[in-house]
């Protein structure tokens, strides 16, 4: 059982950055990949971002690629979130997640069904 815990999460204004980190503890030899998700009240849990740990792929959802950016350090088993240009419907709670299997191609990663364990979540609010 891999253990996550997310940190890094506040109040910032519209434009403004952020950097989201994701420390995994416990069976981390498990790691495939680690996967960012965020849920606003009232909608589903969407997509992010991806980061392989085994080939150093990076996946993104359109609606954030170019403004967020995944990174790893596999000597700490820590993935980072890096938000920038921030708008207030970024506004949610961020999770992260660890990879059930290794998947390869378009489309990896991009549901909630490729992920067992979940962290607590960081509140992330961005102000107009």
């Known amino acids: 059982q891999v253990q996550l815990v997310e940190s890094g999460g506040g109040l910032v204004q519209a434009g403004g950055s952020l950097r989201l980190t994701c420390a995994a503890s416990?069976?981390?030899?498990?790691?495939?990949?680690m996967g960012w998700f965020r849920q606003a009240p009232g909608k589903e849990r969407e997509f992010l971002a991806a980061?392989?740990?085994?080939?150093?792929?990076?996946y993104y959802a359109h609606s954030v690629k170019g403004r967020f950016t995944i990174s790893r350090d596999n000597a700490k088993n820590t993935v980072y979130l890096q938000m920038n240009s921030l708008k207030p419907e970024d506004t949610a709670v961020y999770y992260c997640?660890?990879?059930?299997?290794?998947?390869?191609?378009?489309?990896?990663?991009?549901?909630?069904?490729?992920?067992?364990?979940w962290g607590q979540g960081t509140q992330v609010t961005v102000s107009s």
């Open positions: 416990g069976r981390t030899f498990s790691l495939y990949a």
């Open positions: 997640a660890d990879a059930l299997y290794r998947c390869s191609g378009y489309g990896c990663y991009e549901t909630t069904a490729e992920y067992g364990s």
């Open positions: 980061a392989s740990w085994s080939d150093g792929n990076t």
